[in-house]
């Protein structure tokens, strides 16, 4: 769970945040930075998911993904004074996100991917059928993204499953454009070619 003891929390951003809903994320950290721990919180509740699903990718590993989220907004508190929002804060805080998650890898980087990803959850007017075919596309897909490399994989994972830009993606991943727009190109031809071996058309499969 996060805990957050180092500041008090601040009264004069109460009327601010309010309830949370409503509120940027650019509010919610200059909040933060004051010391609020109520937008803290809120912070945590809007994007801890997208935090965990993007580390678990990265990692192979549900436990360290658990681990590291917490230590994600730790760091984003500890960060939200010197925050200059140059980017997004999503964006600020999956590149705090990678970091940790590379730092702390310890298993093989060609491990099959964890197979609970929110594309797998079912929708309840589905058939049993249904419900199994997407469970099966859910299975290949995945395991056809363990078999490009880390870069390649990373940057799939950031354009179709966070829907973030190009530029978005240098920022996280520390290189240029350019060659971020290099990797999606080898990492969507390769898996292109690993999905038709497995018997999936492409086209949307990574959205």
């Known amino acids: 769970m996060l805990t957050l003891t180092e ?4 009264a004069s951003h109460k009327g601010v945040v309010g309830s949370g809903q409503g509120t940027s994320d650019e509010a919610l950290i200059s909040a933060i930075a ?3 721990r109520r937008a803290m919180h809120f912070l945590y509740a809007r994007h801890s998911v997208r935090v965990y699903r993007f580390v678990r990718r990265l990692t192979n590993s549900s436990s360290l993904a658990e681990d590291l989220v917490s230590e994600v907004f730790i760091d984003a508190w500890r960060g939200a ?7 997004q804060v999503s964006t600020w805080l999956l590149a705090i996100a990678r ?8 298993v093989r980087l060609d491990e099959q991917l964890d197979d609970e990803m929110a594309t797998a959850i079912a929708d309840p007017a589905d058939d049993a059928e249904t419900v199994a075919n997407k469970r099966d596309r859910t299975a290949i897909v995945q395991h056809c993204l363990s078999q490009l490399s880390p870069p390649h994989r990373e940057v799939l994972d950031l354009v179709y499953y966070h829907e973030k830009s190009i530029d978005e993606v240098a920022r996280i991943v520390g290189a240029p454009e350019n060659t971020v727009k290099t990797r999606m190109f080898y ?12 018997g999936l058309e492409s086209g949307r499969t990574c959205a």
Request: net charge positive; aromatic share 2%; glycine share 6%.
């Open 99 to 106: 970091n940790k998650a590379l730092s702390a890898m310890r």
């Open 7 to 10: 500041r008090p929390l601040v």
């Open 187 to 198: 990492a969507r031809r390769r898996m292109e070619n690993l999905l038709k071996a497995a």
């Open 34 to 36: 004051a010391g609020d």
């Open 81 to 87: 004074p010197g925050f200059k929002a140059k980017s």
